[in-house]
């Protein structure tokens, strides 16, 4: 009868099947592997879903943009200026909303908007905190909410309120800035006094810089995401 040598013997367990480590060694190989699958995949859904708020955003604060592109920058009745208070100074008149504008649609000026929220979050309209339902768009209504399967929210049939875009916040800053550097702001009540040939600059002559910045609420979150900010200038 043959005998196997050593090596023989070897080979026969070698050829029979893996051995233990070159069975863990695998199995790591592919697990790191499918981690390495699954963090892309992560990655591209938080890639991907930024760039959907962004697009959003961008909507959203261009909106804005669009509503307020044809208001003069101070209210064409009153206009905006300094009167006499009763401790010997002056007091800005006609910035913000005036006596009677509590609506969107009242609102027909540019230094109107200045502080106003349109939120998610507002159910009903409270100018006097800066509070208004929203967000809206370019014809001041509020964009109703579209749940995943793609449907429309649909008006109450008692009250005609909508339920609004879920999540979004547009706030609008209206800003007076310097003539020659439009990246300074001066004070709301600012002018300027006559000095050689220049006549000088009254409170409501300066141009105002609009911005909007639009945030998101995620589901569960406690604080809001800055997703975009729109600016521009009214000369």
């Given at each position: 009868?043959?005998?196997?040598?050593?090596?023989?013997?070897?080979?026969?367990?070698?050829?029979?099947?893996?051995?233990?480590?070159?069975?863990?060694?695998?199995?790591?190989?592919?697990?790191?592997?499918?981690?390495?699958?699954?963090?892309?995949?992560?990655?591209?859904?938080?890639?991907?879903?930024?760039?959907?708020?962004?697009?959003?955003?961008?909507?959203?604060?261009?909106?804005?943009?669009?509503?307020?592109?044809?208001?003069?920058?101070?209210?064409?009745?009153?206009?905006?200026?300094?009167?006499?208070?009763?401790?010997?100074?002056?007091?800005?008149?006609?910035?913000?909303?005036?006596?009677?504008?509590?609506?969107?649609?009242d609102l027909d000026d540019l230094d109107d908007f200045d502080g106003l929220t349109f939120s998610f979050l507002n159910s009903v309209a409270d100018i006097a905190n800066g509070e208004l339902p929203g967000p809206i768009n370019a014809f001041g209504e509020v964009i109703p909410n579209i749940?995943?399967?793609?449907?429309?929210?649909?008006?109450?049939?008692?009250?005609?309120?909508?339920?609004?875009?879920?999540?979004?916040?547009?706030?609008?800053?209206?800003?007076?800035?310097?003539?020659?550097?439009?990246?300074?702001?001066?004070?709301?009540?600012?002018?300027?006094?006559?000095?050689?040939?220049?006549?000088?600059?009254?409170?409501?002559?300066?141009?105002?810089?609009?911005?909007?910045?639009?945030?998101?609420?995620?589901?569960?979150?406690?604080?809001?995401?800055?997703?975009?900010?729109?600016?521009?200038?009214?000369?």
């Open positions: 009868m043959r005998t196997l040598s050593r090596a023989d013997r070897m080979r026969a367990r070698a050829a029979g099947g893996f051995t233990l480590i070159e069975a863990a060694l695998a199995t790591v190989i592919i697990g790191v592997g499918v981690v390495a699958m699954v963090e892309a995949q992560q990655a591209f859904i938080r890639s991907n879903l930024w760039s959907s708020h962004a697009a959003s955003g961008t909507f959203l604060a261009n909106e804005i943009r669009e509503l307020t592109r044809h208001l003069p920058r101070h209210d064409p009745v009153t206009g905006l200026y300094l009167e006499d208070d009763e401790f010997g100074g002056s007091q800005l008149v006609g910035w913000g909303p005036e006596p009677g504008e509590v609506l969107v649609e749940d995943v399967n793609g449907v429309v929210a649909e008006p109450d049939p008692d009250t005609g309120d909508v339920e609004a875009m879920n999540g979004w916040i547009q706030t609008v800053i209206v800003e007076k800035v310097n003539p020659f550097d439009t990246s300074v702001v001066v004070a709301d009540n600012a002018t300027e006094p006559p000095s050689g040939s220049f006549p000088g600059r009254s409170v409501d002559e300066y141009p105002l810089r609009v911005t909007v910045e639009v945030m998101y609420v995620a589901p569960l979150a406690v604080e809001g995401e800055l997703v975009a900010r729109v600016s521009w200038i009214v000369p």
